[in-house]
């Protein structure tokens, strides 16, 4: 017996210390190809095992092997996958990833993509693994809602009518670019997030600048800009399908495939999906058809080509009005309630909705000049087509929620089928109600190029031209008589009394023609720990219209002149990097921004034209701090932004009865605040974050005794604005999240996130601030916090590597205010909301191949 346990207790030491011989420990370092920067949080894993860790924010990684000769597989979202075989402890250096992407460097050029610890703006990174782990069946703006200085909502509630506020400033004063090309609507500066139904796809990484942020094209962005760069072609042969199911009804169903970069020189990659579902907002279905196409060619080692194409086509119905409190506590649906939709035939049928298809197609060439010197130019066109629904007749009233004979049951849906009844009595009357879609088609191109060259080894310059083009065409079609046999209508003066059926214009038909021209430089000076930069910029906007319904086609006031408007810029800053762990930055700018189309055309015509309409005037400072160790990344922003002479309209009645426009100068506001980030890796397997924004963000004067002439210079109105010292409305003011991340297995992820939300007042029209009697702050919505979480866990599935990810947003179905505009009395009872959606889930399943 004690032999036995002698040669036992030999054996298990021998398999122990063989064991042990067996182990090695490797190091290693990841860098950025691009920028030479250390990437954190690269997966490390020992192939054929669970064995695996990732790198620090230094890049670092540190992994003991479990067998003798051990494979070491280094893998990063958006880079090529890189193998070391090893059999003794070894210290692989600097590993330096290759991008999966094909032409992503250049693109990333052309983009104008912010450099950690170097580019001297206030920015946030989201990557393709982060946006396809939280977005689910959001809204793409959601997906930022924890980056400092943001508030994205849903707004309505309909599918891709989301919203996004950066430092308090609304869409038309955020630059949003795709791949560097802007996408911002020419005449109102807006930006339309159904138009990009399909976007989330395909994005490779988004980039918000808060700020002035480091875009080079000549955009006058004031609360930052938003960088969405989509996927080139990917380098290697590959591609996935993938599902996602969600809460009401969602289905989507999508694939992508890549050739790889072929010896001819040539890579295709195309994906596409498709999406529909029932909406969570009652009367909110949808449908929408996703698609992206990538070809590239590299000629030779100094020149590629690069044709994208992408764009969704899409319909949804939409909650377009908001409702007291008191109102969805009266209706059944509580939330969900949506007043503009019903039935018509037993069938849902939208009143308010939105169907919308804008491709946008780009050609890009890269010119490797020489070893200093590179050109990189795009070409793009656009073609958008659709519009958004609502009512018509001179009995339209018959939708409103107020007619509740029209409606099925109390506050229920609207009851079609009897408006219907009621269009087929008035027989030879035509239609007393009916619906309409307002258009607003477009064709916009435009080209981009930047020539960037290495002066010496420390300055680098680069210049631009930026051409656009665009032409907005705008109307109102019938898109349905309700049994009516026509409806009337005398808007069109060159075919007055007119018998309208469905596709006939009506109402209005005109077209807005804008022109720009720009040109910038910028000059980077970096050694050492220095980095500065210094950037002029130049624009001219030119508007024109022309109105087919308020003019006959032989009347020359059909067709305006072109009335050109002149702005520029100029910014600069330096990042000053005190050592590996500490960084200071600031950076100062003015510009001179055109006014919108209709600060212009104040009156929707032809005649009544401010063709020396007021540049606004936007003045930016801002210092930060930031600090990067092994454990701990965290940064800290202090802005002002100083904006003045905002566009402002007011209207009224003229003594002769008509009405009129026109706009008031001095209309000023101070955006300041500050704002904190902070990421601690806690372990190699989670990582924990937090996010505060401060904000103090008032209009700044009164605007008292403004005189406002007419076209013979007699005085028909005097404008006061009383808002001084009240809150800029529309955004949370205050805003906090807390984040962790935990990795469960190496290719396992759990997320929770915390959104907190405070300061947020109801949106108002300052020029309704018109009593002295009255300066009340905007009502303040209720301060409100949501939980989301996510969990993926990736597994191979025969000869595919699958990705399974569950989602569940707003957990514990807290109720909330999202939106709101200021009621009579700036309060609760008088003001109208939206309300945020509830709990909701989704379930997603990929397949790689």
Do not use: C
């Amino acid at each position: 017996m004690k032999n036995t346990i002698k040669f036992l207790f030999f054996a298990v030491t021998l398999m122990l210390s063989a064991n042990t011989m067996a182990q090695s420990i490797v190091t290693g370092t990841v860098l950025d190809p691009e920028t030479n920067e250390p990437l954190p949080g690269v997966n490390v894993i020992e192939a054929g095992t669970t064995n695996g860790v990732s790198t620090d924010f230094d890049g670092y990684f540190n992994i003991v092997t479990k067998a003798k000769e051990a494979k070491i597989v280094i893998s990063y979202v958006s880079y090529l996958t890189q193998e070391f075989t090893v059999s003794e402890s070894t210290d692989l250096g600097n590993i330096v990833l290759s991008p999966s992407e094909f032409g992503l460097e250049e693109v990333n050029i052309m983009a104008s993509v912010a450099v950690d610890r170097k580019t001297p703006v206030a920015v946030s990174t989201i990557k393709a693994a982060d946006i396809e782990l939280k977005l689910g069946t959001q809204e793409f703006p959601e997906v930022l809602k924890s980056t400092p200085g943001v508030y994205a909502t849903k707004s309505g509630g309909g599918y891709g009518d989301g919203r996004i506020n950066l430092r308090g400033f609304q869409s038309e004063n955020v630059a949003v670019m795709i791949n560097g090309v802007p996408v911002n609507d020419m005449e109102n500066g807006r930006v339309y997030w159904s138009n990009w139904a399909g976007l989330g796809d395909v994005t490779s990484s988004m980039q918000v600048q808060r700020g002035l942020g480091a875009s080079k094209v000549a955009v006058p962005s004031i609360g930052g800009t938003i960088n969405i760069i989509s996927k080139t072609t990917d380098a290697e042969e590959g591609g996935n399908i993938y599902t996602t199911l969600a809460n009401d009804g969602y289905k989507k169903f999508g694939f992508t495939y890549s050739t790889g970069l072929m010896e001819n020189g040539f890579a295709a990659t195309v994906s596409g999906s498709k999406t529909d579902g029932e909406g969570y907002v009652d009367g909110t279905q949808f449908n929408a058809a996703s698609y992206f196409l990538n070809v590239s060619k590299e000629i030779n080692n100094d020149h590629k080509l690069s044709f994208t194409a992408f764009g969704a086509k899409q319909r949804h119905g939409q909650r377009q009005n908001r409702n007291t409190i008191e109102t969805y506590k009266q209706s059944e649906r509580g939330k969900k309630f949506n007043p503009d939709w019903g039935y018509k035939n037993g069938e849902v049928t939208h009143v308010e909705d939105n169907f919308y298809h804008k491709p946008q197609i780009s050609l890009n060439h890269y010119w490797s000049v020489n070893d200093k010197t590179s050109v990189s130019t795009a070409a793009y066109a656009s073609f958008g087509s659709g519009g958004g629904g609502g009512t018509a007749g001179d009995a339209r009233s018959k939708f409103d929620l107020s007619s509740s004979d029209y409606r099925i049951g109390n506050l229920g849906p609207i009851d079609l089928d009897k408006i219907v009844d009621e269009n087929i009595a008035n027989g030879a009357n035509g239609s007393t109600a009916a619906l309409r879609a307002s258009r607003n088609d477009h064709v916009w191109y435009g080209v981009l190029s930047t020539l960037k060259t290495d002066l010496n080894d420390n300055l680098v310059l680069l210049g631009g031209l930026d051409y656009r083009n665009y032409k907005g065409i705008h109307f109102q079609e019938v898109t349905d008589l309700l049994g009516g046999q026509y409806l009337a209508d005398d808007s069109n003066v060159n075919n007055p009394n007119a018998a309208l059926q469905v596709g006939d214009k009506r109402s209005y038909y005109n077209e807005g023609l804008v022109g720009w021209y720009g040109a910038f430089t910028q000059l980077e000076y970096s050694k050492d720990a220095l980095s500065t930069f210094i950037s002029l910029s130049a624009s001219n906007t030119s508007y024109r219209r022309v109105d087919y319904f308020n003019y006959l086609d032989s009347d020359p006031l059909q067709e305006t002149d072109r009335y050109n408007f002149f702005g520029y810029g100029v910014k600069g800053g330096a990042n000053y990097n005190i050592d590996d762990n500490h960084n200071v930055f600031a950076n100062v700018g003015y510009f001179e921004k055109a006014p919108l189309f209709d600060a212009v055309f104040t009156q929707f015509d032809n005649e009544h034209i401010i063709d020396d309409a007021e540049n606004q005037k936007i003045t930016s400072f801002e210092l930060g701090y930031g600090f990067r160790s092994e454990k701990i990344t965290a940064n800290i922003n202090v802005y002002r932004t100083m904006w003045k002479d905002r566009s402002e309209t007011v209207s009224f009645d003229q003594p002769d009865g008509t009405f009129a426009s026109a706009n008031v100068l001095g209309v000023n506001a101070i955006h300041q605040g500050v704002e904190i980030d902070v990421k601690y890796r806690a372990t190699d397997k989670l990582t924990l974050s937090g996010v505060a924004s401060l904000g103090d963000w008032k209009w700044d004067n009164n605007i008292e005794n403004v005189q406002i002439f007419n076209d013979d210079q007699q005085l028909v109105q005097t404008v006061n604005l009383y808002i001084e010292d009240l809150h800029v409305g529309d955004a949370a003011q205050t805003t906090f999240a807390l984040g962790a991340d935990y990795k469960l297995a190496p290719k396992t992820r759990f997320i929770i996130d915390y959104n907190y939300f405070a300061n947020l007042y109801a949106d108002f029209d300052p020029s309704d601030r018109n009593d002295i009697t009255y300066t009340k702050d905007a009502w303040e919505v209720p301060a409100f916090g949501i939980f989301d979480t996510a969990l993926s866990h990736g597994f191979e599935f025969g000869s595919f590597d699958a990705k399974l990810t569950g989602r569940v947003n707003n957990v514990f179905d807290t109720e909330y205010v999202s939106d709101a505009f200021d009621g009579a009395n700036s309060d609760a009872q008088t003001s109208t909301v939206y309300y945020g959606y509830g709990r909701t889930f989704s379930v997603g399943l990929k397949l790689e191949f």
